[in-house]
């Protein structure tokens, strides 16, 4: 526990000079800061002091083996910090950089093993947002970051989230106002052939392929549920993440039948609960709570908005949220991993709800119960 935890509020267009002072000057002092990224906001600390980064993981609840993303402010930093990298790395960090791409390469042996969670890799990335980026340079170390808030939660999109999952357990906010993105990095593993997605992001699967042509997705990614890692390369992979309070139902299929399928599981689970809905498109459900991702068509405006809908949700105090599929394409990936994630794998077919004589309440006991 810190004293009390310090609010500075920030133009990322006309950047003071005192508040990214006194924020570095925590970090190089072994403080936590949380800092506004394109992404989300991460909750950082000087990525070459053990006891510093221990206090990430104290102050989130963290897995001791969830690794840390390593945050830089120039491009020849991960040749500083990684070993062993081909001309992918380089037309990657040439076409991304900066921007919302983490490299997994091979470590330096100077990192502390804790902030690499004690593997003999580590991950990478050069954040595209102005705070960000002057904190990095003025702080004089890369800084290493998960997200800013309770481990498991929905990730931050602005200063208020981590204000209400970590006041008085960091330092300093930074607040810079809404992120841009709204769901962390993609992770990229170049250590293996053909590169491998860890866990989809802003960068996409098909704009990674045009870059460095053969690009792979490990299952998780996909969100598969029998998929089993022992030791994760990359956040986002071994434990459940961004869940809010209540339970969550994701709801698969084509759009039309997506519609109609979420109303009959809402329509059933209120009779009992408490319900929220994460639609889209402007589609009107009878529920108890509704947040609406936007058009189908605007896959990065509903990513923007994801995180922010489920904690509102949580506000609104509902039992359960049951939320429209995305297609898995572009930034769909990222979307559909994510709500994967928060449900616990608890993914049901729209054509299975909406079959002739079937009983909702017996397919919600099988299928998503575990009954």
Do not use: C
Not at 21 to 44: H, K, M, N
């Amino acid at each position: 526990m810190v004293a009390k935890t310090t609010i500075y509020r920030i133009e990322r267009e006309r950047i003071e000079r005192a508040p990214i002072e006194d924020a570095a000057s925590v970090i190089r002092a072994g403080g936590l800061v949380a800092f506004p990224t394109e992404t989300v906001y991460g909750l950082g600390a000087d990525a070459f002091n053990p006891t510093a980064v221990s206090k990430i993981f104290e102050a989130k609840g963290r897995p001791a083996d969830n690794p840390l993303i390593i945050h830089v402010a120039e491009p020849e930093d991960l040749y500083n910090l990684g070993r062993g990298l081909d001309w992918r790395g380089e037309a990657l960090v040439k076409r991304f950089w900066p921007g919302p791409l983490t490299l997994v390469v091979e470590r330096s042996p100077d990192l502390p093993n804790i902030t690499v969670a004690g593997l003999e890799t580590a991950a990478i990335r050069m954040p595209r947002h102005a705070v960000a980026l002057e904190l990095i340079k003025a702080s004089e170390t890369p800084i290493a970051a998960p997200s800013a808030n309770i481990s498991g939660r929905p990730s931050p999109t602005t200063a208020d989230h981590v204000i209400r999952d970590l006041v008085d357990k960091v330092d300093i906010v930074l607040d810079a106002g809404p992120t841009d993105i709204g769901v962390e990095s993609t992770v990229l593993d170049l250590t293996t052939d053909p590169p491998l997605i860890l866990r989809p992001g802003g960068v996409t699967l098909e704009e990674l392929r045009e870059a460095i042509g053969v690009v792979a997705i490990h299952p998780l990614a996909r969100g598969e549920a029998k998929a089993i890692v022992e030791v994760a390369r990359s956040p986002g992979m071994k434990y459940r993440h961004y869940s809010p309070r209540a339970r969550v139902v994701v709801v698969v299929g084509e759009q039309e039948e997506i519609r109609l399928a979420v109303q009959r599981v809402v329509s059933y689970l209120r009779r009992v609960a408490r319900v929220g809905v994460v639609g889209s498109g402007g589609h009107r459900y009878e529920a108890d709570a509704l947040r609406d991702l936007g058009p189908r068509d605007d896959p990065r405006r509903a990513a923007r908005l994801l995180f922010k809908a489920l904690r509102e949700l949580d506000d609104e105090g509902v039992d359960m949220i049951v939320a429209e599929g995305w297609p898995e394409d572009g930034v769909g990936l990222a979307i559909m991993n994510r709500l994967r994630k928060a449900a616990g794998g608890l993914v049901i077919q729209a054509r299975s709800v909406l079959e002739e004589g079937v009983d909702v309440k017996s397919l919600l006991q099988s299928e998503i119960m575990g009954t």
